[in-house]
Structures are given as structure tokens and as C-alpha cells.
């Protein structure tokens, strides 16, 4: 095969393309799903992006699936939301044997609930599961369940422009014994919460800076899936560039290769050293979290065929020599929560370089219309592959 079908084969590669949901073990079925109503109604808040901000409210109810090694799975069970009582010896608590997805639900027209790409969520979960061990489980069947979760609470999903219902789907390891090894129980469980627009006032670029220290994952780990150990760590590396003026750590490994921003994938809009307009984001070598959005976003852009879409490995180096001569067009990066995160600037080696953006859009003129593009197809009211009405 030549170069070019090897090249043409890796750039058009999706990671979400042919989504196989099904399970070779027996899974819960939506069907057999029941149903209790809390007799306690929490007063919801004001759809005000200040009050309403990310995490601050859980909704009347929540998905509970209970899973044992000798037993599988138990029947799904819509519950008032409540908190665990867990064992001091539960996997989950000392060895971080747990994962999670993140997807949003929306009002459309006409009170219609909408779900973005949660086929994708279901099927990067079930990959983060089966990294740690944790019982595998039919997509499909979980996606029916979290849809039925929507229905029982719907008058949580705020109806306004900006705002949205985030999902987070977990399962955690409950087996109550100490030990480094496979739980012989586990828990599903899907909880929802209001949330209103990350930026109240519109877009907003940040600034970053290039950690040369620490390392968020490493070739052979498990930077690639969905799992609590990535986020911990992160922490206290974040709290320290907050203190010296930046929003985020650009997280990339010794030699310089760039992985992601924060909990973001990152996208570059340059021009090449032939002056050819190129968006470049880092390949998916087992190091990243392979992002839904930032799939949808190479999808949208190769759909354009205006410059070229490049997914390939990137280093530091390079991206501030397109800074310095003035080839970088503009930064950015995309996530569930934020959807596009403007870049300003990056710090690296004590010095800052700033990345052009247009001030009255607070943005670049790229990742606005991008912004605007998934925006329209997750609120709309035109159909899309996308989007699932409920």
C-alpha cells in the first residue's frame, strides 16, 4: 500500500465508527427496569448560570445496577437519589478500581429531550470497564436505562439556550476485602444534575502552561480511558499554575510531545511550512482520552474541506516555532463540560506566547463557528445522526 492510502486510511479514523455496544456476558435489561418515585422533591434552582454551575445540584433521582461475580448483574432500579453506605475496605476507596462517563441531555423544541452521541459514551465506558476489570455490560441496554432516568426527571433539564442536564454514568468497585485484584462486586450508577453555560458571558480564552515536570499519562497507562486515577493527580499541578497566572497545564511528555490541556483535547489551526492551512490534533496513541466532541469536531472540519484535518503525533517544539513565525492561526480545545475552550496564550521555558484570537468574539474565527456548529445540532431542531430524541 502506498504512503498516501496509508495516510488517507489514518486521518479519516475514527474511534466511534462502527460502535459495537453488545456484550459476550449476560447484561441487565432495560426491560425488567423499575421504577421509584421519591416522595421528597427537591425545589429546583433558578436557571441563572451563577447559581447553576457545574456539580451543584443532583436531580430527585438516580439509576442504581448492583453486579456480583456469582449473581451478574441485578434488574436496574430508578431510586430517589441517595447517598451509599460503602465498606472502609470497598476496592474503589483504596485502589481506585472505578471509571466514568460524562454526556449531556437537552431541550429541544417542543420540551423534547435530546442526547448527543451517548452510543459513544456507553462504548467508551464499556472500554474503561474493562480495563480495570469491572463487569462488562450491554450499551445499548444502559443507554435505554439512562434515557428512562431522563423521563423521570425531566423537568430538570433547564429549557434555555446555554443550559443542559450533565449524565455521569459511574461504576465502582465494592468488594469488601483489601487485596490489588479483580472485585468480585461492583456498582453501577448514573446520577444527573442541572448545569447552566461554562462561560455565563460567552466564550472565553485562557491561558496555559507547558508542564515540564510532571506527566499527566504515559505510553502503556491509562491515559486512553475514562478512569478516576487520571484526575487525582492532576490536582495539585493545577492549583500550582493557578498561582502563577494560568488556567491550565498543557500536559505532553519529556521529549515534548503534546497531549491534552487540563481535561481537554487540543486542537492547532496553522499554516504549515508550505503556507497550507492545516488543523492538527494529537493522534490517539493510547495517552489520550479519546473525546467525543473532538471527534465530532474532525468529523465537521474534513466535512468543510477548506484546509486540511490532521490527526498525528505533535511536540511542544513545534508549536511555538508556528507561534514565533507567526503561522499559528489559533488554539483551542474541546470537552463534554466546556465543548470549545479558547486559547490566549501558553507559557513555556518562562516565557509567554500569545496566540491571536478575535476579541469580539472571544474566540478564533474557527472555533467560534465550531462552537456555533455543535451548539445548533445539540439544541436545534433540524435531526441529526448525532442526536437522540428521547
Not at 100 to 117: H, S
Not at 175 to 193: H, I, T
Request: one cysteine or more.
Amino acid at each position: 500500500m502506498s504512503v498516501s492510502k496509508v495516510q488517507k486510511l489514518f486521518f479519516r479514523f475514527s474511534y466511534y465508527k462502527n460502535l459495537d455496544l453488545t456484550s459476550p456476558y449476560p447484561s441487565f435489561q432495560a426491560r425488567d427496569m423499575t421504577t421509584t418515585h421519591t416522595m421528597h422533591y427537591i425545589t429546583k434552582p433558578p436557571c441563572d448560570p451563577k447559581i447553576m454551575t457545574f456539580g451543584a445540584f443532583h436531580t430527585d433521582h438516580m439509576l442504581e445496577i448492583d453486579w456480583t461475580e456469582k449473581m451478574g448483574w441485578s434488574r436496574p432500579q430508578i431510586i430517589p437519589f441517595k447517598s451509599f453506605s460503602i465498606h472502609p475496605f470497598a476496592a474503589c476507596l483504596h485502589y481506585a478500581i472505578e471509571c466514568f462517563e460524562g454526556a449531556k441531555a437537552y431541550k429541544g423544541p417542543n420540551k423534547t429531550i435530546r442526547t448527543f452521541r451517548l452510543d459513544c459514551n456507553m462504548y467508551r465506558m464499556k472500554q474503561s470497564a474493562k480495563r480495570l476489570s469491572l463487569p462488562d455490560f450491554d450499551g445499548a441496554e444502559l443507554q435505554k436505562c439512562i434515557e428512562g432516568l431522563l423521563k423521570v426527571d425531566q423537568d430538570w433539564i433547564p429549557d434555555r439556550p446555554g443550559f443542559s442536564c450533565y449524565i455521569r454514568p459511574t461504576i465502582i468497585a465494592t468488594e469488601e476485602a483489601l487485596g490489588v485484584r479483580a472485585s468480585s462486586r461492583a456498582k453501577l450508577f448514573v446520577v444527573l444534575c442541572p448545569v447552566g453555560p461554562y462561560f455565563p458571558s460567552g466564550l472565553k480564552p485562557v491561558r496555559v502552561f507547558c508542564n515540564t515536570t510532571t506527566i499527566r499519562s504515559a505510553p502503556g497507562g491509562v491515559g486512553g480511558y475514562k478512569v478516576a486515577g487520571n484526575y487525582a493527580p492532576t490536582v495539585m499541578p493545577l492549583k500550582e499554575v493557578q498561582q502563577i497566572g494560568f488556567h491550565q497545564n498543557l500536559w505532553m511528555l519529556p521529549d515534548g510531545l503534546v497531549q491534552e490541556m487540563g481535561v481537554c483535547n487540543l486542537f492547532f489551526f496553522w499554516k504549515n511550512k508550505q503556507g497550507e492551512r492545516e488543523l492538527v490534533t494529537p493522534q490517539l496513541d493510547g495517552t489520550i482520552l479519546p473525546g467525543i466532541v473532538r471527534d465530532s469536531l474532525l468529523e465537521l472540519t474534513r466535512d468543510m474541506k477548506q484546509f486540511k484535518v490532521i490527526e498525528k503525533k505533535v511536540y511542544i517544539q513545534e508549536v511555538i516555532e508556528a507561534i514565533s513565525e507567526g503561522r499559528m492561526i489559533e488554539m483551542f480545545g474541546s470537552g463534554t463540560a466546556v465543548s470549545i475552550q479558547p486559547i490566549e496564550a501558553i507559557g513555556y521555558n518562562d516565557k509567554i506566547y500569545e496566540v491571536k484570537y478575535d476579541p469580539k468574539l472571544n474566540a478564533g474565527e474557527l472555533s467560534h463557528q465550531l462552537f456555533d456548529m455543535i451548539t445548533e445540532i445539540q439544541t436545534g431542531s433540524k435531526p441529526h445522526k448525532w442526536i437522540n430524541v428521547v
